[in-house]
């Protein structure tokens, strides 16, 4: 079982950057791939990166591409997301999320069903 608890969210304004860190326990190695996904009110969930966990692949949404970077600390159980450039649309609840089923299950788009994620942090970009 996996455990995973988010920090590093806040307030920014247009074109700040956030780092988002995301301390996973348990058998971190039993997840094939990590990600993050966020939820805006009123939206559906976004994977907006993901992470294959043995070779450290990395794929991302196209509406956070060239500005948001995925990384592991295999080390630390440590998974971030360093946000550049943020803009206003990035607003939203941002989680971490671990896929332990199976390698199958792994694709930036479906990190938001993921079978582990945390309880989430609150991002808002504003002026």
């Known amino acids: 079982q996996v455990q995973l608890v988010e920090s590093g969210g806040g307030s920014v304004q247009p074109g700040g950057s956030l780092r988002l860190s995301c301390a996973a326990s348990?058998?971190?190695?039993?997840?094939?791939?990590m990600g993050w996904f966020r939820q805006a009110p009123g939206k559906e969930r976004e994977g907006v990166a993901h992470?294959?966990?043995?070779?450290?692949?990395?794929v991302y949404a196209d509406s956070v591409k060239g500005r948001f970077t995925i990384s592991q600390d295999n080390a630390k159980n440590s998974l971030y997301l360093q946000m550049n450039n943020l803009k206003l649309e990035d607003t939203a609840i941002y989680y971490c999320?671990?896929?332990?089923?199976?390698?199958?299950?792994?694709?930036?788009?479906?990190?938001?069903?993921?079978?582990?994620r945390g309880q989430g942090t609150q991002v808002t970009v504003s002026s």
């Open positions: 348990g058998y971190r190695y039993s997840s094939y791939c």
């Open positions: 999320a671990a896929e332990t089923r199976g390698i199958a299950y792994c694709s930036v788009a479906n990190v938001g069903n993921y079978n582990a």
């Open positions: 992470i294959y966990t043995r070779s450290g692949s990395t």
